[in-house]
């Protein structure tokens, strides 16, 4: 195993510029997610640990060697692929092997890596099968064995979920987790899906074109995001982000006025923007019910029950707001309802800036 240090890493093609400088270091046994949207240069930084793309400028250590002019295949890792990159003439057990009859491994040793790997991912049965006899997720645990018969110093996962369906992926996730917590392989994995960031990760790298936005524990960046763009981007549903200007040391939200302890060392006038995450939220019919607690009029646009909770999405003058709760509300468009958040709970943030007060 090995750490992975990226520092002031750049990347050019031509004159476009897709990362500006990242810094990022991956402590060994790690288990580090890359999340982004679409064209945030994850993808890219993830190839670039590989080798499979040149570095423009800055430096990437794995270990203690620098591996910017290092060949992929003297890196010492291996890669976990999207569309899994089976041999599709080859069994079960040839795909696993591949890499290390290459080697010229002694056949013994070949057959114990194969069987045990095969015997963590539960793929026994399937060694004499060929990848068109398997569905996804054995597809995807036939890639992952492939990786792990290598015995790397450094895992990389490129988005390996994102063609499995939705039950499927929530099983391989907690595969992938188990799997690192048993071999405790340093490991950065690429996702665009924050919910695979949130379960997976001992620390998440988000970014945002070619930028490292924040950086740390799950928890950390849902309790405490620097900005607009995370507290956007982790957590699902969103938080809720509502236009408010200081008033006294409250928050004036479309003619309603709320309490906020936090608002009052700020200008009066200041702009900010009130963060509160959907289930941080209690409803009530009126303002009464809800007791002291301070609270906010809304009219009802949509419900949505899921099952395990009850998504209300409102408007606030001009602007949207939703809560989640876990019972049932019998509510319907145009009603009218009082949400009372969790003053505790709320992040203040700069409206011009975006950054966290």
């Known amino acids: 195993m090995a750490s992975v240090q990226i520092e002031q890493a750049k990347k050019a093609y031509g004159a476009t510029q897709v990362l500006h400088g990242v ?3 991956i402590a060994d046994g790690e288990f580090c997610v890359l999340v982004g949207p679409s064209g945030c240069g994850k993808s890219t930084l993830l190839r670039m ?29 291996a890669m976990v692929f999207q569309n899994y990159a089976l041999y ?10 591949f ?14 890596r194969v069987n045990d790997a095969a015997q963590i991912l539960g793929l026994g049965p399937y060694l004499d099968r060929q990848p068109r006899a ?3 997720g054995q597809r995807q645990r036939v890639a992952m064995g492939r990786a792990i018969v290598r015995n790397p110093q450094v895992f990389l996962f490129d988005e390996p979920l994102s063609n499995l369906d939705a039950k499927l992926r929530v099983q391989m996730r907690t595969e992938i987790k188990a799997l690192h917590q048993r071999l405790k392989t340093t490991s950065v994995y690429v996702t665009h ?13 988000v970014m945002r074109d070619g930028r490292v936005e924040q950086i740390g524990s799950p928890l950390e960046l849902y309790d405490h995001p620097v900005n607009t763009f995370v507290a956007g981007f982790i957590g699902s549903p969103a938080m809720n982000l509502i236009a408010s200007a200081v008033t006294r040391g409250r928050l004036g939200i479309e003619g309603q006025m709320l309490s906020v302890q936090s608002a009052e060392a700020l200008a009066p006038g200041r702009q900010v923007l009130m963060g509160i995450r959907p289930e941080h939220i209690q409803i009530g019919r009126s303002a009464t019910e809800l007791g002291a607690q301070p ?3 809304v009219e009802v646009e949509v419900v949505e029950p899921t099952g395990a909770d009850t998504q209300v999405f409102c408007k606030l003058g001009s602007q949207s707001i939703m809560a989640a709760v876990r019972e049932r509300i019998d509510a319907k468009p145009g009603d009218h309802l009082w949400l009372a958040p969790d003053l505790a709970r709320i992040h203040l943030f700069d409206a011009q800036t975006n950054q966290r007060i």
Do not use: F, Y
């Not at 640990?49 to 890792?77: M, Q």
């Not at 599709?88 to 092997?97: D, K």
């Not at 890499?99 to 114990?112: F, G, M, Q, V």
């Open 49 to 77: 640990i590989a080798g499979l793309e040149e570095i423009s400028a800055g430096t990437i250590r794995i270990g203690e060697r620098v591996v910017n002019d290092v060949p992929p295949k003297e890196r010492d890792i």
């Open 88 to 97: 599709p003439h080859m069994t079960v057990r040839e795909n696993m092997a």
């Open 193 to 205: 899906d924050q919910i695979e960031a949130m379960t997976m990760a001992d620390r998440i790298v």
């Open 23 to 25: 810094d990022v270091q």
């Open 295 to 297: 609270a906010l009029q």
């Open 134 to 136: 398997l569905s996804g």
């Open 99 to 112: 890499s290390l009859t290459l080697a010229k491994k002694p056949r013994e040793e070949i057959d114990r």
